[in-house]
Nanobody, 123 residues
Framework: QVQLVESWGGLVQSGGSLRLSCAAS????????MGWFRQSPGLEREFVAAISLGGSTPLYAASARGRFTISRDNARNTIYLQMNSLKPNDTAVYYC????????????????WGQGTQVTVSS
């Protein structure tokens, strides 16, 4: 059993920055590909970014590319999402997730999920 514990988000003004973190424990979390998803009320959970076991070839949603950076520290079993130039449309609950070995942009492919953290971007 893998547990994922996310940092809390917060309220950020448009144009600001925020870094989310997700610490993994149990199982062998360093062997999992990991990702970030987000969900707004009434909408399906959508892909934001994913990172491989070794941290190479990260994937980004078009809405995140150029503004967000995903990274991982395997020694600390932690992944990060650095979010810059935030916009009101980035407002959502953000979730980290772990996937056995393979990166994916589909939420259904992930095996473990964090509790979610609210990020609100004001105008």
């Amino acid at each position: 059993q893998v547990q994922l514990v996310e940092s809390w988000g917060g309220l950020v003004q448009s144009g600001g920055s925020l870094r989310l973190s997700c610490a993994a424990s149990g199982g062998t979390p360093s062997r999992y590909a990991m990702g970030w998803f987000r969900q707004s009320p009434g909408l399906e959970r959508e892909f934001v970014a994913a990172i491989s076991l070794g941290g190479s070839t990260p994937l980004y949603a078009a809405s995140a590319r150029g503004r967000f950076t995903i990274s991982r520290d395997n020694a600390r079993n932690t992944i990060y999402l650095q979010m810059n130039s935030l916009k009101p449309n980035d407002t959502a609950v953000y979730y980290c997730a772990a996937n056995f070995l393979t990166m994916s942009t589909r939420a259904r492919d992930y095996d473990y999920w964090g509790q979610g953290t609210q990020v609100t971007v004001s105008s």
